[in-house]
């Protein structure tokens, strides 16, 4: 229970991160120097986030093997969207 706990918090702070880039334009400092698009950056967060959040709540909705399969399928793909759309509002590195 503390660890569905500490993954919910988690998975809220990144969502909460999310909305703030795509509503505002405001980023951690760490990444201001290397996000172009940080309104992409945001909807790359809260797709990332939703894909926590159903992988977090598996344990609650799959009642049977096939429903927990679909289930973590559809977290894996929603947290490799985000992380594409992250990639995708990063600037190119130096050559």
Do not use: N
Request: charged letters at 10%.
């Amino acid at each position: 229970m503390v660890w569905t706990v500490l993954a919910a918090a988690a998975c809220a702070l990144v969502a909460v991160s999310g909305v703030v880039a795509v509503t505002t334009g405001r980023m951690l400092p760490t990444l201001q120097g290397r996000v172009v698009r940080p309104e992409l950056w945001g909807y790359g967060q809260l797709v990332f986030a939703s894909g926590m959040a159903t992988g977090i709540s598996l344990r609650w909705w799959a009642g049977s093997l096939a429903m927990g399969d679909a289930g973590a399928v559809t977290a894996l793909a929603l947290i490799a969207l985000g992380c594409v759309l992250q990639w995708r509002a990063q600037r190119p590195a130096p050559r």
